[in-house]
C-alpha cells in the first residue's frame, strides 16, 4: 500500500478537525466518496481545493495535489454552439435521468452548464 503524500495527510488531519466524514463531505460536494478518500492519500486537485479548504477550515495550500494529470477542461466558445443549430426538440426525460443519477466530473458538470447557459440565451 501506498504512503499518503504530505498533502493527502494534511487533508485528512484537516478532515477529522472538521464537521463533516468523508461521506458528509462528498455528499456536500455532490461526488463520490471514494474522490475524498483519494484525496486522503494524494491529496485535493487544483480545481477544488479552494472550495474544501473553506469547508474544513484550512489553507489551500497545504492541502492541494502537487502533481496533478488532468488538462484543463474548455468549453466550447458559442460560436460553436452557434455552428451546430440545432432544431428544437422534445426533452428527451430518459436521458435527464441517465444524467441525473450519475456522479459528474468537473468537465462533465461545466459542460452540462454551458449547455444549460445556451438555453438560457436561446429563450431570452
Given at each position: 500500500?501506498?504512503?499518503?503524500?504530505?498533502?493527502?495527510?494534511?487533508?485528512?488531519?484537516?478532515?477529522?478537525?472538521?464537521?463533516?466524514?468523508?461521506?458528509?463531505?462528498?455528499?456536500?460536494?455532490?461526488?463520490?466518496?471514494?474522490?475524498?478518500?483519494?484525496?486522503?492519500?494524494?491529496?485535493?486537485?487544483?480545481?477544488?481545493?479552494?472550495?474544501?479548504?473553506?469547508?474544513?477550515?484550512?489553507?489551500?495550500?497545504?492541502?492541494?495535489?502537487?502533481?496533478?494529470?488532468?488538462?484543463?477542461?474548455?468549453?466550447?466558445?458559442?460560436?460553436?454552439?452557434?455552428?451546430?443549430?440545432?432544431?428544437p426538440?422534445?426533452?428527451?426525460?430518459?436521458?435527464?435521468?441517465?444524467?441525473?443519477?450519475?456522479?459528474?466530473?468537473?468537465?462533465?458538470?461545466?459542460?452540462l452548464?454551458?449547455?444549460?447557459?445556451?438555453?438560457?440565451?436561446?429563450?431570452?
Open positions: 500500500m501506498k504512503t499518503a503524500t504530505a498533502s493527502g495527510t494534511r487533508f485528512r488531519e484537516g478532515l477529522k478537525r472538521s464537521e463533516f466524514n468523508q461521506t458528509q463531505l462528498a455528499e456536500k460536494l455532490n461526488i463520490h466518496y471514494t474522490s475524498i478518500y483519494q484525496w486522503t492519500k494524494k491529496g485535493v486537485p487544483p480545481h477544488r481545493v479552494d472550495d474544501i479548504a473553506k469547508l474544513i477550515e484550512v489553507e489551500p495550500k497545504t492541502i492541494v495535489r502537487k502533481k496533478y494529470s488532468r488538462k484543463p477542461f474548455v468549453l466550447p466558445t458559442t460560436a460553436t454552439v452557434i455552428e451546430l443549430k440545432p432544431e426538440r422534445p426533452v428527451n426525460v430518459e436521458l435527464l435521468a441517465d444524467v441525473v443519477n450519475r456522479n459528474l466530473s468537473i468537465e462533465q458538470e461545466c459542460a452548464q454551458f449547455l444549460i447557459n445556451s438555453f438560457k440565451e436561446a429563450n431570452a
